[in-house]
């Protein structure tokens, strides 16, 4: 090690609130030394994907962040045993950074660019969200310090100061993904995680907080650009399933536990919504079925399917239907200022 420091390997290092531990990078490598013993070899806490180049400690001393050299910020766990990565984001690669640090709760991570602004991340923020900028991106930030209660963020800007109040709840969470218009969103269960589905043809799950693999990710693709005026999902109570609807005479069944996705329909034209029931167990379809409105209501246990007639008219049924199970299974609708129930027990509609 003091053979790699000699050859011209600067280091980047961070001392710990305790004044005893010292984490420094060399290149790729994480290291902790023991400031009370010099004599003492350095330990290897783990390694980073590229040249770290700024470190900085939580004032509590139990965790650290990095930014490398891809522009990547890390936050990680400091123990007695190998560090551990819990959270990553993306930050500005092609912008140097001045500065780096936590607020004093440890909850958030403030790094200010040269060009760049200042972006601030929430470890508890969803998997996904962008980070609040508080600058324009082309400000160059030399400098941001948290006041010791977190209510105040002060940065200094090529000669000026700014005292920013923060309050991270008054800012909205902003979740990109979507490359089209953004037309349907459900949350599951407890608002563990939202789906949602737009013109862009894909149905995405965003998870609410975060945790081991709980990265955004694409549940369905439907191939190609959809009108808005098919995009319909639903998701059952429970989060077993979510269905979708895209330019298809059919609805896609999504399963969250890993199970294949199938289809439910063949309408005589593209089905515009969907329902599912509180236990995953019914899908009901609005759409045009053997030449009438009608909604299709699907068994998944016994794969069978009843046929609720709307209203025998021509073309597609009003674009506003809605369509709603309630807890208990039954099937909701209104059209033509009225309300119209089935009863999966009786298959009788009132």
């Known amino acids: 090690l003091r053979r790699r ?6 280091p980047r290092a961070a001392l710990g609130p305790n ?25 290897a806490i783990g390694g980073n994907g590229a040249e770290v180049k700024q470190i900085a400690f939580r004032s509590d001393g139990r965790g650290f ?11 990680w766990t400091f123990s007695e045993g190998p560090s551990e990565r819990i959270r990553s984001w993306s930050g500005l690669a092609d912008n140097d950074c001045h500065h780096i640090e936590f607020d004093p709760s440890g909850e958030f991570v403030v790094v200010s ?30 400098h941001s310090e948290f006041d010791p209660t977190s209510r105040w963020l002060v940065t200094a800007c090529m000669g000026r100061l700014a005292v920013w109040p923060f309050e991270r ?32 043809g894909t149905v995405r799950l965003w998870p609410i907080h975060p945790g081991q693999g709980s990265e955004p990710r694409i549940i369905h693709d439907w191939g190609g650009p959809i009108e808005a005026l098919v995009a319909s999902l639903a998701v059952s109570d429970d989060g077993s399933v979510v269905v979708a609807t895209g330019n298809q005479r059919f609805v896609r069944v999504i399963p969250l536990d890993g199970r294949p996705a199938h289809d439910l329909g063949d309408a005589d034209q593209r089905v515009i919504r969907t329902a599912v ?40 049924p009003p674009y ?31």
Do not use: C, M
Not at 5 to 10: E, F, N, R, T
């Open 5 to 10: 420091l000699q050859q011209g390997h600067p």
């Open 277 to 316: 029931s509180s236990d995953g167990r019914q899908v009901a379809v609005l759409g045009r079925f053997d030449d009438r409105n009608a909604i299709r209501v699907w068994n998944l246990e016994e794969k069978t399917h009843e046929t609720v007639v709307l209203k025998d008219e021509p073309g597609w």
């Open 19 to 43: 004044g005893r531990d010292l984490v420094f990078s060399l290149g790729t490598e994480l290291f902790v030394a023991d400031v009370d013993n010099p004599e003492a070899d350095p330990r």
């Open 113 to 142: 660019y040269d060009r760049g602004g200042i972006h601030v991340y929430g470890v508890n923020d969803p998997p996904g969200a962008e980070p609040l900028r508080l600058l324009p991106h082309a400000s160059r930030v030399i």
């Open 320 to 350: 506003g239907y809605p369509v709603e199970f309630t807890e208990d299974g039954r099937l909701i609708t209104s059209f033509a200022s009225r309300v119209q129930e089935w009863d999966p027990e009786t298959r009788k509609t009132r």
């Open 169 to 200: 709840s008054l800012y909205p969470f902003v979740l990109l993904g979507h490359t089209g218009e953004v037309d349907k969103i459900e949350f599951g269960p407890g608002g563990e995680f939202l789906v949602s589905t737009g013109t862009d």
């Open 65 to 75: 962040a990095t930014i490398d050299s891809d522009g990547i910020i890390s936050v």
